[in-house]
């Protein structure tokens, strides 16, 4: 008898909007589908873009009329690699995380299993990941290189690097103070930051370090 698993499919279940894989395995061509459990939460989603290229890969199970996943019998496909050793599999949910990073592109996840009746099951599901973003910093400059600032006069730091990011300034004076400067983006990927000296602020050595993300 040859036993022919049917298309997974998602759902989504009104109030709270949890994706469920269903799955499902038929005998022949006439016989009604067997009895199955529900494959819940995929991470990522199904169809998720933008994911990053290490992505924590899970799902949880949930019994349906009272039929189990056998999680001794499940293998964990990750584009055709078998990849089982690798996850965490229990009766409650599996779970695996890539070793290295993964190819910008689609990317299948395939779980086959039988469940507590016996039954052959296989569900799968895909994910887009992206190609990783660029970030770094290019260059911190800062008007007071030539010439000591005094009280009363202001002091300009620039960052440039990644257009969109987080850019925060530190300025450590005598190895001992931390002031911390917050800066805006008055052009893509150029930071400014600026301070007004006061007479208290006088610092034999001032270093600036930037920080972005």
Known sequence: MVIQPSKSRINVLTGGLVGAIVSAAVFGTTAPPALAQRILNPNPAQGAQSVGTQPAISASFEALNGVDVQ??????LLDGEDVSDRAVINSDFFSYRPSSPL??????????????????????????????SRTAIDSVTHNGNNRPLGSGEVLLATVTGTPNSDVVLYLVQDGQRV??????????GTYVANVLVEAKDATREGILVSRLE
Request: proline fraction near 9%; hydrophobic fraction near 30%.
């Open 71 to 76: 999680p001794d019998t499940m293998r964990v």
């Open 103 to 132: 190819a910008p592109g689609s990317h299948q996840i395939v779980l086959e299993y039988e469940n507590t009746r016996g039954v052959p099951q296989r569900a799968s599901w895909n994910f887009n990941v992206s190609s990783p």
């Open 179 to 188: 002031q911390t400067l917050t800066t805006e983006e008055v052009s893509s």
